[in-house]
């Protein structure tokens, strides 16, 4: 099953629709309803292949990258494979599911929609068992007394107070809003509606044969018979014209044929749809290359193009991620030992086969690393005698002048 698929089944419900008048409705959703039918929904944003492309980029280079749980002690760091958290964030959160798919799913919600919201379900001992995303549409951020709950209202309509500890809150961002944020696809609806509507007109024009609408017009008068049976004959014509390719339509010479339409290269179709997708992958922050723009792309330096992706792109999300759950998942004793929540992201990192050699290389030689170490990284088992440091030269002169002095 899609990441798509995966959040179609999960908003396709709503238990707590705006519909209902017993749901206090604020300015806020009071906008975003009225507005709803005349902008960008969520949904048909999503149907544009270039918002499509956008939030698969940023959900599946997430959900790639590995999630540990670590544990500093002292100057030494490891990963806590004891904590309960450690499987459920780095395989499995629940029995339905893999860390996997729960990331890619949570973080496409939050790109679409503006907010991705998982229950944490503790034991009696205050240890984390299991996470469960739910419905964002289900779920309402309250504040009162200065805390933050959640109202969650389940499927068969019983509502639930959840304490701000016990739901994971990934937000997207939105300008003024704290507790809930907007959708990235409603904020930028009108770039989003162009090239809709570029879309719209393409399907339109091609779905007719390629071919530009006009009007007939005749030189003289007809009868109501003959009109009968022209407009029998033109719609015969029009059919076989949008099933058949290189046909060509005689008329009397009675009639005469006016095109009503501007042709697409004189209203710059192609163009429009080159800056509409690149405006939305601007919109996403999203490389233009990666959603197969290519128009001004170069492959250089593919090294340069990760590490752009990886600070720009990429580590926002992983900074809220990381943030919302060191927040959530650990109490204030777990957090003062030492654990913490950290995505690996030397994967977005990895270098051509030429350039990684060479960082290998400079790590030997410099001493911050041996020979079996680097043997891990490659996935490759120890070999005796490689685990001692090796310092080039020109280091171990500079160490002995130090030492000298």
């Known amino acids: 099953m899609s990441i798509f698929s995966n959040v179609k089944n999960l908003l396709s419900k709503r238990a707590d629709p705006l519909e209902n008048p017993q749901n206090p409705l604020d300015f806020d959703d009071l906008t975003d309803f009225f507005n709803s039918y005349s902008s960008v929904s969520e949904e048909a944003g999503m149907?544009?292949?270039?918002?499509?492309?956008?939030?698969?980029?940023?959900?599946?280079?997430?959900?790639?990258?590995?999630?540990?749980?670590?544990?500093?002690?002292?100057?030494?760091?490891?990963?806590?494979?004891?904590?309960?958290?450690?499987?459920?964030?780095?395989?499995?959160?629940?029995?339905?599911?893999?860390?996997?798919?729960?990331?890619?799913?949570?973080q496409a919600i939050t790109v679409a929609w503006g907010n991705s919201l998982t229950k944490i379900k503790r034991n009696k001992r205050g240890e984390i068992e299991?996470?469960?995303?739910?419905?964002?549409?289900?779920?309402?951020?309250?504040?009162?007394?200065?805390?933050?709950?959640?109202?969650?209202?389940?499927?068969?309509?019983?509502?639930?107070?959840?304490e701000s500890q016990e739901v994971l809150h990934v937000r997207a961002f939105s300008a003024g809003k704290q507790m809930w944020s907007k959708s990235v696809i409603r904020q930028n609806a009108d770039a989003i509606s162009l090239g809709q509507q570029a879309?719209?007109?393409?399907?339109?024009?091609?779905?007719?044969?390629?071919?530009?609408t006009g009007i007939l017009s005749a030189k003289g008068d007809m009868s109501s018979d003959q009109f009968t049976k022209f407009v029998a004959f033109w719609n015969k014509v029009k059919s076989q014209l949008r099933t058949e390719d290189n046909k060509t339509v005689l008329l009397p010479n009675q009639l005469?044929?006016?095109?009503?339409?501007?042709?697409?290269?004189?209203?710059?179709?192609?163009?429009?749809?080159?800056?509409?997708?690149?405006?939305?992958?601007?919109?996403?922050?999203?490389?233009?290359?990666?959603?197969?723009?290519?128009?001004?792309?170069?492959f250089s330096n593919i090294t340069e193009s990760s590490i752009n992706f990886l600070r720009y792109t990429m580590m926002p999300w992983i900074v809220r991620w990381e943030q919302e759950m060191n927040r959530k998942i650990f109490t204030s004793a777990e957090r003062k030992a030492g654990y913490y929540v950290q995505f690996n992201v030397k994967g977005l990192l990895r270098a051509t086969p030429k350039e990684q050699s060479e960082i290998y290389s400079k790590a030997i030689q410099?001493?911050?690393?041996?020979?079996?170490?680097?043997?891990?990284?490659?996935?490759?088992?120890?070999?005796?005698?490689?685990?001692?440091?090796?310092?080039?030269?020109?280091?171990?002169?500079?160490?002995?002048?130090?030492?000298?002095?």
């Open 47 to 106: 149907k544009l292949s270039a918002v499509y492309s956008c939030i698969n980029v940023l959900s599946s280079n997430l959900a790639q990258l590995p999630l540990h749980v670590m544990r500093r002690n002292g100057k030494n760091v490891e990963r806590a494979t004891d904590h309960p958290a450690y499987d459920l964030l780095h395989l499995e959160p629940n029995a339905l599911t893999s860390s996997y798919d729960w990331r890619e799913t949570s």
């Open 256 to 298: 005469e044929y006016k095109s009503i339409t501007i042709p697409p290269e004189d209203a710059q179709f192609i163009d429009s749809r080159k800056l509409s997708r690149s405006e939305i992958a601007g919109i996403f922050n999203v490389p233009a290359h990666m959603i197969n723009d290519l128009e001004k792309a170069s």
């Open 199 to 212: 879309v719209n007109y393409g399907n339109n024009f091609f779905s007719g044969g390629g071919r530009p």
């Open 366 to 405: 410099d001493g911050y690393m041996n020979r079996n170490e680097i043997r891990s990284l490659e996935d490759l088992n120890p070999v005796d005698g490689l685990d001692e440091f090796l310092i080039s030269v020109n280091a171990s002169q500079s160490i002995n002048g130090d030492s000298n002095e």
């Open 130 to 162: 299991s996470l469960h995303l739910s419905n964002p549409h289900n779920i309402e951020p309250v504040l009162k007394g200065g805390r933050l709950y959640y109202r969650f209202v389940n499927a068969n309509g019983d509502v639930e107070a959840l």
